[in-house]
């Protein structure tokens, strides 16, 4: 499945996350790959525009996003402006950034996205070695669409049956540390659909 990764570029907790996800999913791409991570302002529409360009079926955001349907990466450069959303035609979009599913994902499924699941809220993400088990929680749903071509409702499935899972063995932990973090992504972990 051609995919492009929108990812954060800066050296934040947030970009270590998106980092190790990448590693976990990147074996089960099979086809070309574009890590849309190098550009500036002046050069990011155009660059965006080739990204997603041509063949990409999948697009992947691990980064910062906002209210308003922007993705970030770093923090503070936009990566991705609600006003590109055309480009998202025909593509399925898996996108773990705060917010990307409350005003993106109803966008992109207008202008004929072919599936979208994103975040309606913002999403916590704290430094803990326990943290690894969210990453494959939070792949869990991508891997489900690169391997099976699942759509939309069925990748949220696989994403919430997941995080849940995670959430049962952390709370089993007497960890406090543990035990917070499990709290503060359950509390995140809400997510739109749009099939």
Not at 62 to 70: A, K, Q, V, Y
Not at 94 to 118: H, S, T
């Amino acid at each position: 499945m051609n995919t492009v990764v929108i990812r954060n570029s800066s050296n934040d907790l947030w970009d270590v996350f998106a980092a190790d996800c990448l590693k976990y999913f990147r074996p089960y791409l099979k086809a070309t790959f574009v890590d849309y991570l190098n550009f500036t302002q002046a050069n990011r529409a155009q660059k965006l525009k080739a990204a997603l360009g041509g063949d990409m079926e999948l697009v992947v955001a691990l980064c910062h996003g906002d209210e308003h349907g922007n993705l970030y990466s770093p923090a503070s450069q936009c990566a991705f402006n609600i006003s590109d959303v055309s480009v998202l035609e025909g593509k399925f979009c898996y996108l773990v950034a705060c917010y990307a599913g409350a005003r993106l994902g109803p966008k992109a499924m207008a202008v004929g996205a072919a599936g979208f699941v994103g975040f309606d809220r913002s999403i916590i993400t704290v430094s803990s070695p326990s943290i690894d088990r969210y990453k494959e929680a939070i792949c869990a749903g991508l891997i489900e669409r690169i391997t099976n071509g699942t759509n939309a409702a069925g990748v949220a499935d696989v994403l919430r049956t997941e995080l849940r899972r995670q959430a049962d063995i952390v709370s089993q932990s007497l960890n406090v540390h543990d035990l917070m973090l499990c709290g503060a992504m359950l509390a995140s972990a809400r997510y739109v659909v749009h099939s």
